[in-house]
């Protein structure tokens, strides 16, 4: 990109800006044209610690499109960790229906996501609390 003054009788007329593609570093190997920017975004958020919650936030995004509007109207994804995503309902009868089509559910995500990102799907009645944390079975002491 060059930029001329107004006066090309100028003897001082060279380019105010001047553009110089930089060399590409030889350990770089061969340029390969475009990228897909999925290619470059997962890599650098994952290295942000950030690929998780990017997933996360792709689950709520095709929840509805998978379960249908009215299931997503009485369920809510709360958590996605390690492959397992819990989600709330609003009636003990939703969340066993959905645990029966759980497998039909997490095919749909990852078809959707475009990744086997979720492996397993936890259901639990909106408002309670979360029972896998390691005090089940056990008395607490006061």
């Not at 994804?77 to 029966?100: D, I």
């Amino acid at each position: 990109m060059t930029t001329r003054r107004d006066n090309p009788q100028d003897p001082g007329d060279r380019p105010v800006l001047d553009f110089k593609p930089l060399r590409r570093s030889p350990n770089r190997g061969e340029d390969t044209g475009p990228v897909a920017l999925s290619d470059l975004l997962v890599p650098t958020l994952a290295r942000l610690g950030l690929k998780t919650r990017a997933r996360f936030v792709q689950i709520l995004s095709a929840w509805p499109a998978v379960v249908g509007e009215m299931v997503a109207a009485q369920t809510s994804p709360t958590n996605f960790f390690r492959g397992r995503l819990t989600v709330e309902t609003q009636s003990p009868a939703m969340g066993h229906q959905l645990h029966l089509q759980r497998q039909t559910i997490i095919e749909g995500l990852n078809q959707r996501i475009g990744d086997t990102a979720v492996v397993e799907i936890r259901f639990r009645l909106a408002g309670d609390k979360d029972l896998n944390d390691g005090t089940r079975g056990r008395r607490r002491s006061t």
